[in-house]
């Protein structure tokens, strides 16, 4: 069994920052790619940002020079730092993670990130 906990999103005003991670805990031999995903008012879920485990990064367009993703692979988590942050940025962002020789897929809770004045 593999538990993702979420945590950092809140409320920010434009132009500001917000930190995300996401740590895995439980039977896990081996964490593939890593990424974030998130779902606006309305919308479907899209992808955000993912890192494979040889450390290789891909961002959407509408984040890139904004968003950086890491992981810290001792700790079994990834991170989101936003900077720059708009209005349409407002989601509730999940992390996934690829784990194990299946590649099977996880994914947490959600957090909510609103980016409002």
């Known amino acids: 069994q593999v538990q993702l906990v979420e945590s950092g999103g809140g409320l920010v005003q434009p132009g500001g920052s917000l930190r995300l991670s996401c740590a895995a805990s439980?039977?896990?031999?081996?964490?593939?790619?890593m990424g974030w995903y998130r779902q606006g008012p309305g919308k479907e879920r899209e992808l955000v940002a993912t890192v494979t485990n040889g450390g290789t990064t891909n961002y959407a367009d509408s984040v890139k020079e904004r968003f950086t993703i890491s992981r810290e692979n001792a700790k079994n988590t990834v991170y989101l730092q936003m900077n720059g942050l708009k209005p349409e940025d407002t989601a509730v962002y999940y992390c996934n993670l690829a784990i194990g020789i299946l590649n099977r897929s996880y994914w947490g809770q959600g957090t909510q990130v609103t980016v409002s004045s």
């Open positions: 439980g039977s896990i031999f081996s964490i593939n790619t």
